[in-house]
């Protein structure tokens, strides 16, 4: 650095997985032999390129514009100190108070912010929109916990909300209390329009406060957030998030008057049950959400059957390090992935699926929505989409949480129950809740699975 020698690194070794001699010949083969039939037909073949050897030695087309705040400022938000992300007016939360934090790696999915307008610093006010940026790492981790070539949905969700999280500080709504706050997501409606792949590049977010209000000691904020990839729109929804006090958080009850299917005793009888499996198609022991499920493909409140999970709370899982410092939860968008693990099981069963099972989860209904000319709004948010017949669009769905699961819980419940099945298209949609020692605290509306 400057001249100066400031690192030593000696016997470094490099191992290269996931290619063989014969791989990259046929790569190499198949790229000549492309061309050749190009040149017979005039058609483009695109197999080549699309290749998994081929995506390993071709970089994703990032989009990395100039930073305002860049990673180093928001790591320092998630797990510094906080006077190095936003000034001196944050100091006292440096040390001597706690502040609600991003969420830190290898949960962190917000690389820098790139536009800020209609808004101050420490000025909380609706109005403000920000630009935010996530640049996919095309080895990310949770590629191969997932088991998918495609992003989980719980990252997908938190690349969304986490620039929400830091509009939020950046307003100063922590300077509002004399009493130390938490930050909580409390639901949101949204559509996914795109999958994202580890070639996707870099993620956009454009993220606007619809909405503040304050009462007895709590901050209600409402978000719209539009999240693209090179233009096009994957994520788009709208979401709410709450500061709330240590003694408001202790004191939750949950979702009233839940209604949560509970089996019968045939029901019961007749589901199978079994360790949730560590090989593929599903999740790594990672990134499972649940130990154990029990199943059934028929009997629930609409004759389809239903999937309920369980999960022992580890405290020292890697989560509770990550999300957040200094003030431990699961996240809830793990919650929403457990919904999604159960439905893979499901489906598994009833598909009789193999290790090679690719899932879409959310289903982005029959995958040619984007075919077509002309515009169809979005749900709340007004971004538009290419338009097709309605019965081809993916679908909205909806969470809801009012709760929160922290170290010293014991054991997580996780039901799901199937509301329509389409065979010929293996499409399903489901509705449940997620409960915490018998405590029911998330909701899962018109979540959707399909098998491609």
Partial sequence: ADGKPIVEITDMSVRLTGLSREKVERLWSGKKNT??????????????????????????????????FDTN??????????????????????DERKIARLPGPPFQFLDRVVSIENCQPWKLEAGGEIVAQYDIPVEAWYFAANRQPTMPFAVLLETALQPCGWLAAYLGSALTSETDLSFRNLGGKAIQYREVTPQSGTLTTKVKITKVSQSGGMIIQNFDYHLSCHGEPVYVGDTYFGFFAKASLANQVGIRDARVFVPSADESARASRFDSP?????????????????????????GLGFVRGTMRVDPGAWFFKAHFYQDPVVPGSLGLESFFQLLKFYAAARWRLGPDARFQTPSL??????????????????????????????????????????????????????????????????????????RVIYQMKNFSLSVT
């Fill in 35 to 68: 061309g050749d039939r190009r040149q017979e037909t005039g058609a483009e073949d695109s197999s080549s390129i699309l290749s998994p050897d081929f995506c390993l030695l071709t970089p994703p087309p990032y989009d990395r514009r100039t930073a305002i």
């Fill in 365 to 438: 209904g029959s995958g040619q929505w984007a075919v077509g000319s002309g515009q169809v709004k979005t749900p709340k948010v007004g971004v538009t989409a290419p338009a097709t017949p309605h019965s081809l669009l993916p679908t909205p769905h909806e969470w809801v949480y009012r709760g929160q699961v922290i170290p010293r819980d014991e054991l997580v419940t996780v039901t799901a129950v199937i509301r329509t099945i389409d065979d010929a298209t293996r499409q399903l949609t489901a509705e449940g809740f997620l409960s915490v020692d018998g």
């Fill in 73 to 94: 400022r928001i790591t320092a938000f998630a797990i510094g100190k906080p006077s190095e992300a936003f000034g001196d007016r944050y100091r006292v939360f440096d």
């Fill in 278 to 302: 560590d090989a593929a198609p599903f999740a790594n022991a990672e990134f499972q959400m649940v130990d154990n499920a029990e199943l059934l493909l028929d009997g629930g409140p609409h």
